[in-house]
């Protein structure tokens, strides 16, 4: 977990804070001040003003797609331009200018900046703007992808067929946790795990593994709405049957859209693949929709079943590909 590869006193002070700076107080308020007729289209003001800064906070990052992979690229020609003036002695100002610009819509880049923007300003004791900072942070997560998967999903797990899984986090830590079992891992088992903690520069080290991101065909990009998928490395628990010799091996969470994500147990080639339940008080319904528009097709690469695999397939590297259906 996150904390417990920190200090375990300042990782908790840093999530405090960063709990401080939520919403909660402003939510509570916005039900406190209700009218009595529960069926009110009316907006009060603290909500109208909730619901106005949320969308201002969305407009001033890229949202996660080609905007997003278009903004990073620049990013990267920018920031090998900045070493070229370095290294030459030449102006940098104009150069450094545009890449706090560009860097000031990147939500990942603001999140691990505010983060150790906050970190200084609570070693030096300053509460004030560590709650500032901390507000900042906490905006830039929620525009993050990765960060906003919390909920029951459904993936099929191999022979064992599809289970339920619930997400949620635990600091910057995605924690997969089943809701069905099987014979191997049961229910209530942490089924995997992702460490998300961005890269903190002033730190000198990246908690996270961001791994390149998984570049698509053009009819595969075509269908999901991306040219590129950015993926995470974790960890993904398996064992023998009776949840014996229980070991974490080393996978692949690979976000495909808000619907879809996937997890690869990359050292056995074991994939899962997740469906939202959208209907979550219909399970049954969620389940009999995931059988009908989503499942592994891995067999259907291997018997050539598939007449055009670029259409619905994910290359996770040279010998893993995983393909929708």
Known sequence: MLIQRNNPAFSTTRLHVLNRAGDDDARRAEFDILEDDPMTKELTPIRKKRIQREKGVQESFAPYGNSLWDL??????LSKKLAEKLTSGGDTKSTRNALRELEAQDANAVYA?????????????????????????????SHLAQFNLEGLW??????????????TYIGDTLIGRKLTGDFNVPVGEITF??????????????????????ELSDAAGKRWGTKELQRFTGLGQVADEGFTNSQWLEGQIVLVSEEYFSFAWLPI??????????????IGASMDHVVRCFEVTVDAIEDGSLEDPSDSCICLDDETMSCFE
């Open 72 to 77: 990073r690229s620049k990013l990267v020609s």
């Open 113 to 141: 900046l505010e983060l150790d923007r906050m970190d200084s300003a609570i070693e030096e004791g300053r509460t004030k703007d560590a709650d500032a900072h901390a507000a900042k942070a906490t905006d830039a997560r």
């Open 154 to 167: 459904v993936g099929k797990y191999g022979d064992n067929g599809f289970e339920m899984v619930n997400v």
């Open 193 to 214: 795990q992702v460490d998300l903690s961005p890269e903190r520069r002033s730190r000198g080290f990246s908690k996270a593994k961001e791994l390149p991101n998984i």
């Open 269 to 282: 080639g074991h994939q899962e693949h997740m469906k939202n339940t959208l209907e979550k008080n219909d």
